[in-house]
């Protein structure tokens, strides 16, 4: 099945650095998507990116749906410790009757003060 | 209410025993979603729905996994004779319509617990 590759797996920076995290596939993807999921709650999207070659952002939050479709990356500029939790890119293809979304296995993000 | 709201939080079942779970999605949102998160992994596909009608159930584990959603709205989950690799967070997420933008609202999930 799909699968996605999503690195690093944890990140550990101080307060201010910017971040980059990124995702790929072996398969195409339609739409590439970013969630946040903090302990104990569900994922939060941050980002929805629709065309090979997208580039969105959300605040400080940069991310880019690469031109092959099959690869993504988030950007975080000037991290702050709200910041802190687990990223999670997620591919969806858009076929008729195929509905679900092929998460990564996340980034743990972690912010020093 | 303003966001899906998921039953019960945390549950700890004995393996054998059968449980469900609930998932009350966001008001008028025609699309439902189940995932399974295991402890360290991203969400897996279970199962959706668009209003009661349940269009894809590929990502059920197995047999012992049943979903429904009879009037639309409300949804439950039931796992039968619970296995401890059934121990996961269950994810229910809702949206709008049945447009297929991957742009999900995502509970806080339960907590399943099998000894």
């Known amino acids: 099945g799909q699968q996605l590759n999503q690195s690093p797996q944890s990140m550990f920076i101080q307060e201010g650095e910017d971040v980059s995290m990124n995702c790929t596939s072996s398969?195409?993807?339609?739409?590439w998507l970013w969630y946040k999921q903090d302990p104990g709650e569900g994922p939060v999207l941050l980002i929805a990116?629709?065309?090979?070659?997208e580039l969105t952002s959300n605040g400080r939050l940069t991310a880019q749906f690469g031109i092959t479709r099959k690869d993504s990356f988030l950007n975080i500029s000037a991290s702050i410790p709200s910041d802190v939790g687990i990223y999670f890119c997620?591919?969806?293809?858009?076929?008729?009757?195929?509905?679900?979304?092929?998460f990564g296995s996340g980034t743990r993000l972690q912010v020093q003060p | 209410g303003a966001g899906v709201s998921q039953s019960p939080r945390y549950k700890v079942a004995k393996r054998g025993q059968d449980v469900a779970l609930r998932c009350d999605p966001i008001s008028g949102h025609v699309s439902l979603f189940w995932y399974q998160q295991a402890l360290g992994q991203g969400p897996e596909f279970l199962t959706y729905f668009q209003n009661e009608a349940q269009l894809d159930k590929s990502g059920l584990p197995s047999d012992r996994f049943f979903a429904e959603r009879p009037e639309g709205s409300v949804s439950t989950l039931k796992i039968q004779r619970t296995q401890q690799e059934d121990s996961a967070v269950y994810l229910c997420?809702?949206?709008?319509?049945?447009?297929?933008?991957?742009?999900?609202?995502f509970g806080e999930g339960s907590r399943l617990t099998v000894l």
């Open positions: 997620a591919g969806h293809v858009m076929d008729t009757g195929r509905r679900a979304l092929t």
């Open positions: 398969s195409i993807f339609n739409t």
């Open positions: 997420a809702s949206t709008l319509s049945g447009a297929n933008t991957g742009e999900l609202f």
């Open positions: 990116l629709y065309k090979a070659g």
